[in-house]
């Protein structure tokens, strides 16, 4: 995908100007390289979504492992395709990315500094790990649990019947909430490089950071157990301490880089 992008961009009249320094791009420049980035971001998504079409069936059967055994059922006749739509449509996205994220610090390049540019290309792969050990953490630790409680409670009244739609819907927005929330300490660390926010500013606000986390536990699980809600609260407080650990770092950092000559 890399190597599309560089042979699109050997021929693009926006890339030289990408890589001029301390020029500035009229609006009209700003506009065609936001549509050049949009265009490869567009292409990378149709090419992973068509290749995730190939193994489309083994992740619905990975994201149903949670239920342990229990069948889905549908309704409606056409509902098992375009779930099947979606989920190739989602991991596509997913899988797209890295190669998003790579269109939008190109984007904004021409306006940074060297630097910058260089601390912007390095915390991708950050960013990344993050978002990847959140939605682990919600399949693997969250969803297990908080499906099992769904599943027994009220089992001697009725039979559950789940269907497919819902459930898988319900499973990806886990997963990408999850992955976004742990995201936080990377996002901080940017902030605080940046002068936006400090270790101090965080520290005088973990109470609120506290209640924020519950909140947000009672928001993000399905399920009323509290034992579910403390499983989400309480990695979402250690990732507000460890956001202050990086702001301490950040700040550090940019205090250094601003006393050098």
């Given at each position: 995908m890399l190597a599309i992008e560089q042979a699109l961009d050997?021929?693009?009249?926006?890339?030289?100007?990408?890589?001029?320094?301390?020029?500035?791009?009229?609006?009209r420049e700003h506009l065609l390289e936001l549509r050049k980035r949009?265009?490869?971001?567009?292409?990378?998504?149709?090419v992973t979504t068509g290749a995730t079409f190939v193994f489309t069936n083994r992740i619905m059967a990975f994201l149903e492992r949670p239920l342990g055994g229990v069948k889905l059922v549908y309704l409606e006749l056409t509902t098992p395709l375009v779930v099947w739509f979606n989920v190739a449509l989602t991991v596509g996205i997913a899988a797209a990315t890295p190669f998003v994220l790579l269109q939008v610090v190109r984007f904004v390049a021409p306006a940074l500094y060297p630097r910058e540019k260089v601390f912007l290309y390095s915390m991708l792969p950050a960013v990344l790990f993050a978002f990847t050990l959140g939605a682990a953490f919600a399949y693997f630790v969250l969803i297990p649990p908080a499906f099992k409680f769904l599943l027994t409670f009220g089992g001697e009244i009725a039979t559950p019947l789940l269907t497919i739609d819902k459930y898988i819907s319900l499973v990806t927005r886990l997963v990408f909430w999850i992955g976004i929330v742990f995201e936080l300490p990377i996002a901080v660390f940017i902030l605080a490089r940046i002068g936006i926010v400090s270790a101090r500013m965080l520290w005088r606000m973990w109470r609120w950071a506290v209640l924020g986390a519950f909140v947000a536990a009672a928001v993000i699980t399905p399920t009323p157990d509290p034992v579910d809600q403390l499983i989400v609260a309480v990695p979402l407080i250690v990732l507000y301490g460890i956001s202050i650990l990086l702001a301490h770092f950040a700040q550090a950092g940019r205090k250094k880089r601003q006393a050098a000559p």
């Open positions: 050997s021929n693009s009249p926006s890339a030289a100007a990408e890589e001029a320094v301390g020029r500035k791009l009229s609006l949009l265009v490869y971001s567009a292409i990378a998504v149709a």
